[in-house]
């Protein structure tokens, strides 16, 4: 089951998005919708509300009083923080139950929460994809004095109540952005559920990887830092053995040029808890990648059995991603560590890498696959690069516990 988290800004557009959504075929789960149920009249959440905020912000059949609440917190940062403390909790809970609910009536299902504090609750590790609802801020302005007859001040303070718009994309893997018509969101929505949402819930049902094709091309990305980091805090909960989620490989060197391709290495304690964590990946969106067991050995560490691990690879087809399962100390593991730290605080041996990526780029070009590419570096990997990075590594004194600068 694929989990969307679904936010924006007030006025942005996420409304029509989550609807439009819903009838592509979504199960929806509206935050919103969930925090109007917990304070219904009789609900404990309504009892602690007028508890924490005075009889005044009930009516007088007992209900909640949503503008005289809302008057009270907005210009609050401490009311508000109050108000959520009571609410979100059990917002989550219905939202759980409603998930489950989706999951026994559909194992495929594709479950959208529509969340307007997703970033500022910290929600974002919490799903598989966040598609962010996105708008300027005078477009949003406009639409909530013109379409819900705020005043203008009105307006600047619930904007002011989330998170800038900023920190709001960055924590996003998609981001949409709603400064046209209603039917340009509406078309942008049902492509982003035809190109990557559906084959990403499919990928996940039949536990495989997203479909790569084509030889290297390589290129610059800065948000490449930003996009391995949510995913390394996705990783890092799924599971107690999980021992960490370190960004490693060329995408995590700055300006070195490669294949928009992030590697991550995961550590275990051992290979059986890579193993048992097999199906836990898959339901996060890495399914295994069968036939690779282990990495090519060095000179130095010439045993085949030392340098064994488990690959995953992305079910995501709009972020390709190799997951390296390595057991801590093992070669492998500290290769993937000390090479990255190397090249980050060595010009002559990154030029050198550079230049010996672009030479297996061009003649791999053509390619049908990166496959080609990738065994073409190996000898540089094994026989240049592994005795420099051990007189390097005695000479620095490096450990994998060290810090190094990114």
């Known amino acids: 089951m694929l989990r969307v988290g679904l936010t924006g800004g007030i006025a942005a557009g996420k409304s029509l998005a989550a609807s439009t959504l819903q009838e592509l075929g979504a199960v929806l789960i509206d935050a919103d919708q969930l925090a109007r149920t917990v304070v219904e009249p009789g609900t404990e959440g309504l009892l602690e509300i007028a508890e924490a905020f005075g009889p005044e912000v009930l009516q007088e059949d007992g209900s909640l009083d949503r503008p005289a609440l809302g008057a009270r917190i907005f210009a609050d940062p401490d009311g508000r923080a109050r108000l959520n403390a009571i609410i979100h909790p059990r917002v989550r809970r219905e939202a759980a139950v409603a998930e489950a609910t989706a999951h026994s009536a559909s194992a495929?299902?594709?479950?959208?929460?529509?969340?307007?504090?997703?970033?500022?609750?910290?929600?974002?590790?919490?799903?598989?994809?966040?598609?962010?609802?996105?708008?300027?801020?005078?477009?949003?302005?406009?639409?909530?004095?013109?379409?819900?007859?705020?005043?203008?001040?009105?307006?600047?303070?619930?904007?002011?109540?989330?998170?800038d718009s900023g920190t709001r994309n960055t924590a996003a893997d998609v981001v949409l952005h709603n400064a046209g018509t209603p039917a340009d969101l509406a078309a942008e929505v049902r492509n982003l559920w035809q190109q990557r949402i559906l084959p990403f819930a499919r990928n996940i049902e039949q536990r495989q990887r997203a479909e790569r094709r084509g030889g290297p091309a390589l290129v610059q990305d800065r948000d490449w830092p930003r996009q391995a980091s949510l995913l390394i805090r996705r990783l890092t909960r799924i599971d107690p053995r999980v021992l960490g989620v370190e960004h490693i490989g060329s995408t995590s060197i700055p300006g070195l040029r490669a294949k928009d391709v992030l590697d991550l290495q995961l550590t275990v304690a051992s290979l059986q808890d890579a193993d048992g964590l097999s199906d836990a990946l898959a339901e996060a969106g890495y399914p295994r990648l069968p036939g690779i067991r282990q990495d090519t050995p060095t000179a130095e560490v010439p045993q085949p059995r030392m340098w064994q691990k488990r690959l995953h690879c992305n079910a995501d087809p709009g972020r390709p991603v190799n997951l390296h399962v390595r057991v801590a100390g093992s070669p492998g593991w500290e290769y993937a560590l000390a090479f990255r730290d190397w090249l980050r605080t060595n010009p002559d041996m990154l030029a050198a890498y550079a230049a010996e990526k672009d030479r297996c780029a061009a003649i791999h070009r053509g390619d049908a696959t990166l496959a080609g590419y990738a065994a073409c570096k190996e000898d540089w990997f094994t026989t240049f690069a592994a005795p420099r990075l051990n007189t390097w590594k005695n000479d620095a004194g490096w450990s994998p516990g060290r810090s190094v600068p990114r």
């Open 108 to 163: 495929d299902a594709v479950v959208v929460h529509d969340i307007p504090l997703l970033v500022e609750t910290g929600q974002e590790d919490s799903f598989h994809l966040v598609l962010v609802i996105d708008a300027p801020h005078q477009t949003r302005l406009r639409r909530m004095v013109e379409n819900r007859a705020m005043t203008e001040e009105e307006a600047l303070n619930r904007i002011g109540a989330q998170a």
